[in-house]
Each structure stands twice: as structure tokens, then as C-alpha cells.
Nanobody
Framework: QVQLVESGGGLVQPGGSLRLSCAAS????????MAWHRQAPGKQRELVAT???????NYADSVKGRFTISRDNAKNTVYLQMNSLKPEDTAVYYC??????????????WGQGTQVTVSS
């Protein structure tokens, strides 16, 4: 069984920073791409950033230049460094990972989400 557990969310003032973490555990052979999504109240879930196994990254236009996604393969962990936060960044943030429990299979797993609130 594979689990993704996020941490690092909280309340921050506009212009502040937060660092989210998401650790994968369980039966893991390897991890391919990893990603962060977010969902604001009353809105659809949207992709924020992705990182491949080769550390190629991609960002939503709304967060480019402010957010940085990274990963530590030794720890099976993906991070999201969020700087210059704005009220519109308020959302539940979810991590997602394409995990191979063995050499032949893979599927996407989701974390449970962590709340980020940007408010003065």
C-alpha cells in the first residue's frame, strides 16, 4: 500500500512564504513524475507544478516566478516552495505522484491535502 502525506500548510500574510512537503511511503519500486495541485473553494482543482524523474519542471502561469517545485528521491519526497504569496493562492494543496510498486505497474496516487490560507 502506498501513501502520500503532505505537511507545511498554514496561515500566512500576503507576501509571505511557505514550504509544502509530500512524502511517499509504502511499497515503492520507483517514482516517476510528481506534482502539486490546488483547489480553492467553489473552484475546480488545478495543476500548480510538475516535476519529472529527471527534474524537468513545469508551472501554471499564475505561479511562475513565485513557486518552485523540487524533489528528494532518496526521501521519496516532493516540495513546493511558495514565495510572494497572494490571497488568491488560498486553497487546499494536494500532491500527486506516479508510483511504481514494482517494475511493471504504475498508477497515480493522491495525498489528503493541506490547507494554505493567505490573509492579513
Amino acid at each position: 500500500q502506498v501513501q502520500l502525506v503532505e505537511s507545511g500548510g498554514g496561515l500566512v500574510q500576503p507576501g509571505g512564504s511557505l514550504r509544502l512537503s509530500c512524502a511517499a511511503s509504502g511499497s515503492i519500486f520507483s517514482i516517476n513524475s510528481m506534482a502539486w495541485h490546488r483547489q480553492a473553494p467553489g473552484k475546480q482543482r488545478e495543476l500548480v507544478a510538475t516535476i519529472t524523474s529527471g527534474r524537468r519542471t513545469n508551472y501554471a502561469d499564475s505561479v511562475k516566478g513565485r513557486f518552485t517545485i523540487s524533489r528528494d528521491n532518496a526521501k521519496n519526497t516532493v516540495y513546493l516552495q511558495m514565495n510572494s504569496l497572494k490571497p488568491e493562492d488560498t486553497a487546499v494543496y494536494y500532491c500527486k505522484a506516479d508510483i511504481q510498486p514494482n517494475r511493471y505497474d504504475s498508477r497515480w496516487y493522491w495525498g489528503q491535502g493541506t490547507q494554505v490560507t493567505v490573509s492579513s
